[in-house]
């Protein structure tokens, strides 16, 4: 795909602040290397910065954008917190990149059993607000505090380690709303506890990374908090490390809902920062 002319750029550029308005197109240098790169250290080429950083502020808007980038055959990327460890979110060509971090309502909807959010909440954020009402956010990534729920859904996991007893965020969704590539707006899945038996178009958006659409709403039923303790094991090395957890999940029911391993190194440094001794093997 050849790159945009000027006189193209500035026009892509005029009809997108006439849909999202001039203070949430950002074509600023800096502003479009960071929403190019994720979070591995690898340089980012000339070729793959954005043309722009959109913000959109509704779902309506997120449509419009879409609707006009394939008329122009514009490359459209989705960007929550670039956080992602697969390599998926990096732009591979120009384009406009859609951040969502403006997509940020919450809602609990208590008497009928689920909340809903848009996709740039903060994971931590709906956890804490749904813990304040007694609730519990089954999602229990390493980057709770900085990824966006939009980028765990699509993405659909919340961590290997805690498979087992939280399953996937997919476990939990109601449905979502979706602007798909060509603009269209649909809704998927129930307002209702019973999910579909049959065929659910939720599960289509899950895992996909943004291929499919966008997600721009996020419906999930509440859990109640469960009980719970925390614990901090030392081993003597990384091999009876894996052994005990091992141990834990074929021997002891529940099983953990977050787990951290650190080696030696990595334990007694965090230890030091806390003033701690060292512990003296991994944790
Ligand atoms: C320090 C650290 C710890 C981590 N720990 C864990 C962990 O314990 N368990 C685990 O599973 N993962 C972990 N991850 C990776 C985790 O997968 C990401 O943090 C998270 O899923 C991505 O969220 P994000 O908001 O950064 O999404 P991004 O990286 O911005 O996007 C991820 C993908 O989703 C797409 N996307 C984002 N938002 C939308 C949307 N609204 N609609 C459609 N597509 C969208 C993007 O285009 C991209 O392809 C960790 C990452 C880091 C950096």
Same mark, same amino acid.
């Given at each position: 795909?050849?790159?945009?002319?000027?006189?193209?750029? *500035? =026009?892509?550029?005029?009809?997108?602040?006439?849909?999202?308005?001039?203070?949430?197109?950002?074509? +600023?240098?800096?502003?479009?290397?960071? +929403?190019?790169?994720?979070?591995?250290?690898? %340089?980012?080429?000339?070729?793959?910065?954005?043309?722009?950083?959109?913000?959109?502020?509704?779902?309506?808007?997120?449509?419009?954008?879409? =609707?006009?980038? +394939?008329?122009?055959?514009?490359?459209?990327?989705? /960007?929550?917190?670039?956080?992602? !460890? @697969?390599?998926?979110?990096?732009?591979?060509?120009?384009?406009?990149?859609? +951040? $969502?971090?403006?997509?940020?309502?919450?809602?609990?909807? *208590?008497?009928?059993?689920?909340? *809903?959010?848009?996709?740039?909440?903060?994971?931590?954020?709906?956890?804490? =607000?749904?813990?304040? !009402?007694?609730?519990?956010?089954?999602?229990?990534?390493?980057?709770?505090?900085?990824? $966006?729920?939009?980028?765990?859904?699509?993405?659909? $996991?919340?961590?290997?380690?805690?498979?087992?007893?939280?399953?996937?965020?997919?476990?939990?969704?109601?449905?979502?709303?979706?602007?798909?590539?060509?603009?269209?707006?649909?809704?998927? @899945? $129930?307002?209702?506890?019973?999910?579909?038996?049959?065929?659910?178009?939720? =599960?289509?958006?899950?895992?996909?990374?943004?291929?499919?659409?966008?997600?721009?709403?996020?419906?999930?039923?509440?859990?109640?908090?469960? %009980? /719970?303790?925390?614990?901090?094991?030392?081993?003597?090395?990384? #091999?009876?490390?894996?052994?005990?957890?091992? /141990?834990?999940?074929?021997?002891?029911?529940?099983?953990?809902?977050?787990?951290?391993? #650190?080696?030696?190194?990595?334990?007694?440094?965090?230890?030091?920062?806390?003033?701690? %001794?060292?512990?003296?093997?991994?944790?």
């Amino acid at each position: 795909m050849s790159r945009l002319s000027e006189a193209e750029l *500035e =026009k892509m550029i005029k009809v997108l602040e006439g849909i999202v308005s001039k203070e949430y197109v950002s074509t +600023n240098l800096f502003e479009r290397i960071k +929403n190019t790169l994720d979070v591995y250290p690898y %340089e980012v080429q000339r070729e793959q910065i954005c043309y722009a950083v959109v913000m959109p502020g509704t779902t309506q808007e997120i449509s419009e954008i879409m =609707k006009y980038a +394939n008329s122009i055959k514009v490359p459209v990327f989705i /960007r929550g917190s670039g956080t992602h !460890l @697969g390599g998926n979110y990096r732009p591979h060509a120009p384009g406009i990149v859609i +951040n $969502t971090h403006r997509l940020d309502k919450l809602e609990v909807f *208590e008497d009928c059993g689920y909340f *809903e959010c848009e996709p740039g909440c903060i994971v931590a954020r709906v956890a804490d =607000k749904l813990a304040e !009402l007694g609730y519990f956010l089954p999602m229990a990534p390493g980057s709770r505090q900085i990824a $966006t729920m939009g980028g765990i859904v699509v993405n659909n $996991t919340s961590g290997h380690i805690v498979d087992p007893s939280i399953g996937k965020p997919g476990d939990y969704l109601l449905g979502l709303e979706v602007v798909l590539p060509d603009g269209e707006i649909i809704e998927t @899945g $129930t307002k209702g506890l019973r999910r579909p038996a049959g065929t659910d178009l939720t =599960k289509l958006f899950l895992g996909g990374d943004g291929l499919l659409g966008v997600i721009t709403k996020i419906r999930m039923r509440l859990v109640p908090q469960p %009980e /719970r303790a925390y614990g901090l094991a030392v081993y003597k090395d990384l #091999l009876s490390l894996a052994r005990g957890v091992q /141990r834990m999940y074929l021997e002891r029911r529940p099983a953990p809902l977050f787990m951290e391993f #650190l080696d030696d190194r990595a334990a007694s440094f965090g230890f030091g920062l806390r003033g701690l %001794e060292s512990p003296g093997g991994p944790v």
